[in-house]
């Protein structure tokens, strides 16, 4: 069982790291209303994904604050990346997203029974995997401060959204739903408050980024109910491997040889600390 556990966040992993990809394609740069279409995307596909699976339509309040939270953290590190850019600012998100989540769940839900110790150590390796991989590009800066107070506001959030769904005590897939309304309503509420001009650019894309990542979000959930967060939150990490061989790859973004093989150097490494988190 604890197989399908390692699986359902690797397939999350591949769908958070790919999320971006149509938005991407359609070269539009509006993010805050992005954020909202694909906020709407998450909520439309969640409704349509429970009724299909038989999914309870409850507004379970620890399934509403998990959704919350990862509306917060994603339009806060939408600051992060504005102000450090991606090279500086993606790296330690992932860190602490890894760090927090592991956090909570070794010390506060007793998820770990072979130690601390190896647990550590792969999310160590994990850490220095995802900072070689995402440390190529532009380092270029326009508010330090700010950027580096969104940078850890954002981790530490994203980090903790699973939080809630733990002290649910119920299956987390019972959760889906209100999840997905709850980053429904927060993306909608963002907007608003914003005041943003809506334009007819980019719709499709950025509600079928809303999709995709709603499929990660589902087999995290299948995750997180057999294997707990200390392992799936920093497994699913793993999406900034993916994201990162999406722009090498597939978006030409990288040519530069040294580059491409530090990129290959840090997966060997961020693998290799999953697969050492898998017998912690």
Same mark, same amino acid.
């Given at each position: 069982?604890?197989?399908?556990?390692?699986?359902?966040?690797?397939?999350?992993?591949?769908?958070?790291?790919?999320?971006?990809?149509?938005?991407?394609?359609?070269?539009?740069?509006?993010?805050?209303?992005?954020?909202?279409?694909?906020?709407?995307?998450?909520?439309?596909?969640?409704?349509?994904?429970?009724?299909?699976?038989?999914?309870?339509?409850?507004?379970?309040?620890? *399934? +509403?604050?998990?959704? &919350?939270?990862?509306? @917060?953290?994603?339009?806060?590190?939408? $600051? #992060?990346? !504005?102000? =450090?850019?991606?090279?500086?600012?993606?790296?330690?998100?992932?860190?602490?997203?890894?760090?927090?989540?592991?956090?909570?769940?070794?010390?506060?839900?007793?998820?770990?029974?072979?130690?601390?110790?190896?647990?550590?150590?792969?999310?160590?390796?994990?850490?220095?995997?995802?900072?070689?991989?995402?440390?190529?590009?532009?380092?270029?800066?326009?508010?330090?401060?700010?950027?580096?107070?969104?940078?850890?506001?954002?981790?530490?959030?994203?980090?903790?959204?699973?939080?809630?769904?733990?002290?649910?005590?119920?299956?987390?897939?019972?959760?889906?739903?209100?999840?997905?309304?709850?980053?429904?309503?927060? *993306? +909608?509420?963002?907007? &608003?408050?914003?005041? @943003?001009?809506?334009?007819?650019?980019? $719709? #499709?894309? !950025?509600? =079928?980024?809303?999709?995709?990542?709603?499929?990660?979000?589902?087999?995290?959930?299948?995750?997180?109910?057999?294997?707990?967060?200390?392992?799936?939150?920093?497994?699913?990490?793993?999406?900034?491997?993916?994201?990162?061989?999406?722009?090498?790859?597939?978006?030409?973004?990288?040519?530069?040889?040294?580059?491409?093989?530090?990129?290959?150097?840090?997966?060997?490494?961020?693998?290799?600390?999953?697969?050492?988190?898998?017998?912690?």
């Amino acid at each position: 069982m604890a197989n399908l556990g390692f699986l359902a966040a690797l397939g999350a992993a591949l769908a958070w790291g790919s999320y971006m990809v149509p938005f991407k394609k359609s070269r539009n740069s509006n993010l805050t209303q992005f954020q909202a279409l694909m906020a709407a995307g998450i909520g439309f596909s969640g409704l349509l994904i429970s009724l299909v699976l038989g999914f309870p339509l409850s507004f379970n309040l620890y *399934g +509403l604050a998990s959704g &919350v939270l990862w509306a @917060t953290a994603n339009m806060v590190a939408l $600051i #992060a990346i !504005s102000s =450090l850019g991606l090279a500086r600012a993606v790296p330690v998100i992932s860190s602490l997203i890894i760090v927090s989540s592991f956090l909570w769940g070794a010390l506060i839900f007793n998820e770990l029974t072979s130690g601390l110790l190896v647990g550590f150590s792969g999310i160590g390796l994990i850490i220095f995997g995802v900072i070689l991989i995402s440390a190529i590009g532009n380092t270029g800066s326009k508010n330090i401060k700010k950027g580096l107070l969104a940078t850890v506001l954002a981790g530490v959030i994203w980090g903790s959204q699973w939080v809630p769904l733990k002290m649910g005590n119920t299956n987390a897939l019972n959760l889906f739903f209100p999840v997905c309304f709850g980053i429904f309503f927060s *993306g +909608l509420i963002f907007f &608003v408050v914003k005041r @943003t001009e809506f334009k007819r650019e980019a $719709i #499709a894309e !950025s509600l =079928l980024s809303g999709l995709v990542w709603n499929v990660g979000n589902l087999l995290s959930l299948i995750s997180l109910s057999i294997i707990g967060s200390s392992k799936m939150g920093p497994i699913s990490q793993v999406a900034t491997l993916v994201a990162v061989l999406w722009g090498l790859f597939y978006f030409k973004e990288v040519t530069n040889k040294k580059a491409r093989i530090q990129v290959l150097i840090g997966a060997v490494i961020l693998l290799a600390g999953v697969a050492t988190l898998a017998f912690a």
